[in-house]
């Protein structure tokens, strides 16, 4: 029985971000920018530093070479291409501007902001022009307005000598907790809401420290309460839904009792080899829209990209 050729290189992975910002009449504009070493109009983006996320170095490579500040929106799309090494894999998101002036560097010296709809014809690579159709799709926001997040890891319930409601968060769940403080922000949370056990509020806990917010309490998303009135928590979650006119979210954080069903109620489907959207503990689900017109990005955690360059020192 013959098997496939080994994948010939590596995988080098990047990450980047669609610009975009209002423009006249409805219509938005996007950011183009000229690489001088490549004489080539692109998309903002780059390659992984040692041990981050894709969303972070997306972020941090699209400002750093447009000097543009951004709130980050939908996840869009993901390309690949050949290079020498092997495999250059880009992830993109939506990034709304908010802020900042263009000044030229070493990688890039002209920004050019655009309509979105002319932007393709500017672009050299095959490759853009895939992410700026996903920009200009009209059938689902360009940005979440609810970030819902399941509590970190706790302390074992056999374990547990109290109430269940007051067990905290463990070692590893408040080293959870911390990582989402680090990345949540840029979604550029404006309310932070939790249900009522200990360990919901712990997980949100330096979330809202970093941000100078208070956390609310939006106690029908509890496992209990959502089961004993599941409607009351579609509602909340609805409102949470509705469109905002400024850039951001709110922070919801919830139990694994509820999430899927929330999930399922607003239409969210998943193709892996579950009956329903999963929700690891730590994981957080970026919302936006509507039923039939809903964006649903999961995030399963923040952990290093796999492919992206081993910090110094590492095995």
Same mark, same amino acid.
């Given at each position: 029985?013959?098997?496939?050729?080994?994948?010939?290189?590596?995988?080098?992975?990047?990450?980047?971000?669609?610009?975009?910002?209002?423009?006249?009449?409805?219509?938005?504009?996007?950011? /183009? /920018?000229?690489?001088? @070493?490549?004489?080539?109009?692109?998309?903002?983006?780059?390659?992984?530093?040692?041990?981050?996320?894709?969303?972070?170095?997306?972020?941090?490579? +699209? #400002?750093?070479?447009?000097?543009?500040?951004?709130?980050?929106?939908? @996840?869009?799309?993901?390309?690949?291409?050949?290079?020498?090494?092997? #495999?250059?894999?880009?992830?993109?998101?939506?990034? !709304?501007?908010?802020?900042?002036? %263009?000044?030229? &560097?070493?990688?890039?010296?002209?920004?050019?902001?655009?309509?979105?709809?002319?932007?393709?014809?500017?672009?050299?690579?095959?490759?853009?022009? +895939? /992410?700026?159709?996903?920009?200009?799709? #009209?059938?689902?926001?360009?940005?979440?307005?609810?970030?819902?997040? !399941?509590?970190?890891?706790?302390?074992?319930?056999?374990?547990?000598?109290?109430?269940?409601?007051?067990?905290?968060?463990? $070692?590893?769940?408040?080293?959870?907790? !911390?990582?989402?403080?680090?990345?949540?922000?840029? %979604?550029?949370? +404006?309310?932070?809401?939790?249900?009522?056990?200990? @360990?919901?509020?712990?997980?949100?806990?330096?979330?809202?420290?970093?941000?100078?917010?208070?956390? $609310?309490?939006?106690?029908?998303?509890?496992?209990?309460?959502?089961?004993?009135?599941?409607?009351? $928590?579609? &509602?909340?979650?609805? !409102?949470?839904?509705?469109?905002? #006119?400024?850039?951001?979210?709110?922070?919801?954080?919830?139990?694994?009792?509820?999430?899927?069903?929330?999930?399922?109620?607003?239409?969210?489907?998943?193709?892996? &080899?579950?009956?329903?959207?999963?929700?690891?503990?730590?994981?957080?689900?970026?919302?936006?829209? @509507?039923?039939?017109?809903?964006?649903?990005?999961?995030?399963? &955690?923040?952990?290093?990209?796999?492919?992206?360059?081993?910090? +110094?020192?590492?095995?």
């Amino acid at each position: 029985m013959s098997s496939l050729p080994e994948p010939v290189g590596r995988v080098v992975a990047a990450a980047g971000g669609a610009l975009w910002r209002p423009g006249q009449d409805g219509d938005i504009e996007t950011a /183009v /920018v000229h690489r001088p @070493r490549y004489d080539d109009w692109s998309l903002p983006k780059g390659k992984l530093d040692a041990g981050e996320h894709a969303l972070e170095a997306a972020v941090r490579e +699209t #400002t750093e070479e447009t000097g543009v500040s951004v709130v980050v929106g939908r @996840r869009s799309v993901r390309t690949s291409y050949p290079i020498p090494e092997g #495999t250059k894999r880009v992830d993109y998101w939506l990034m !709304r501007a908010v802020g900042g002036d %263009f000044e030229p &560097n070493d990688e890039v010296d002209e920004l050019v902001w655009v309509p979105a709809t002319d932007a393709a014809a500017l672009c050299s690579h095959e490759q853009d022009r +895939t /992410v700026l159709a996903d920009l200009c799709r #009209t059938d689902v926001p360009r940005a979440p307005t609810l970030l819902l997040v !399941r509590h970190a890891h706790a302390g074992s319930r056999q374990e547990w000598r109290g109430r269940d409601e007051e067990r905290p968060l463990d $070692g590893r769940g408040w080293a959870q907790a !911390r990582r989402l403080a680090e990345v949540l922000p840029l %979604f550029r949370p +404006t309310a932070i809401l939790s249900a009522e056990p200990v @360990r919901c509020r712990q997980t949100v806990e330096p979330l809202a420290e970093r941000l100078g917010l208070e956390i $609310g309490s939006l106690p029908e998303l509890g496992e209990e309460e959502f089961g004993a009135d599941p409607q009351a $928590g579609l &509602n909340a979650v609805q !409102r949470l839904l509705e469109p905002r #006119t400024e850039p951001g979210v709110t922070v919801v954080c919830s139990q694994g009792g509820a999430i899927p069903s929330v999930l399922m109620a607003l239409g969210v489907t998943w193709s892996g &080899n579950r009956p329903y959207p999963p929700a690891a503990k730590g994981s957080v689900w970026a919302l936006g829209g @509507r039923p039939g017109a809903l964006a649903a990005d999961y995030y399963r &955690n923040f952990d290093p990209d796999p492919d992206a360059p081993r910090p +110094t020192g590492s095995r």
